[in-house]
């Protein structure tokens, strides 16, 4: 069964450093997204990606983040210059399709878990 | 504004038995999908079922099914003839209108006894 795939599963880095998550989505599916969780906590957006550009982003998803996808398969989150409250899960997801009926259903990676010393 | 609620932090049942998992939702857009994810303690994030608000039945996976009451605002889930491997934390989620992200509820800790 196809399935979202993320690395590292994690990633220890210090404050101030830059770090990339990588994410290969199912083949198939057009759209892209970044979620994060920090421990204990729900579950909250931060991007989603259609057609090589973010069609929507939330208040999390500062000047200090960035989404890519450098080839056909590889979707990235950068941050840029980490901070302690960055520490958390970070998960990638996709779609077939964004909007109503059952093609919009999101699956979810493994997520990577980002420790910022 | 969207709004996801989970009002049982924590629940038990018994193996074999059916257990139901409640989420109430807030939303002003007459067109939104309700889906439930379970995260096990490994923390991956697993789909487990999916409905539409112009669903006309509600949704059933295997032992899963979804308790829909449109009027109500609620989207329950019900687990039916539980294992131990259920044990895990479940989010009730929602997608709104014309927007592509998911909002998340804060989750039920359920744990299935012996």
């Known amino acids: 069964e196809p399935e979202v795939t993320q690395t590292p599963s994690h990633q220890v880095t210090q404050m101030g450093q830059e770090v990339i998550l990588r994410c290969v989505p199912i083949?198939?599916?057009?759209?892209f997204y970044w979620y994060r969780q920090i421990l204990g906590q729900k579950v909250e957006f931060l991007v989603s990606f259609y057609n090589n550009e973010i069609s929507e982003k939330s208040e999390i998803f500062d000047d200090q983040f960035s989404v890519e996808r450098p080839d056909g398969s590889n979707f990235t989150l950068k941050i840029r210059s980490t901070k302690l409250e960055d520490s958390a899960m970070y998960f990638c997801?996709?779609?077939?399709?964004?909007?109503?009926?059952?093609?919009?259903?999101?699956?979810f990676g493994a997520g990577t878990r980002l420790s910022v010393l | 504004a969207q709004k996801i609620t989970q009002t049982q932090p924590g629940m038990f049942v018994q193996e074999k038995e059916a257990v139901t998992l409640d989420c109430t939702y807030d939303?002003?857009?007459?067109?939104?999908?309700l889906f439930w994810y379970k995260q096990p303690s490994s923390g991956e994030m697993i789909f487990l079922i999916y409905q539409g608000s112009y669903d006309q039945q509600n949704a059933t996976e295997g032992r899963y099914s979804l308790n829909f009451q449109k009027a109500r605002k609620s989207a329950n889930l019900v687990i039916s003839a539980s294992q131990l491997g259920d044990s895990a934390m479940y989010f009730c989620?929602?997608?709104?209108?014309?927007?592509?992200?998911?909002?998340f509820g804060s989750g039920t800790q359920l744990t299935v006894l012996p």
């Open positions: 989620a929602m997608r709104s209108g014309s927007a592509r992200q998911l909002t």
């Open positions: 083949s198939n599916h057009l759209y």
């Open positions: 997801a996709s779609s077939e399709f964004g909007l109503a009926g059952p093609k919009n259903i999101q699956y």
């Open positions: 939303t002003s857009d007459p067109s939104y999908g």
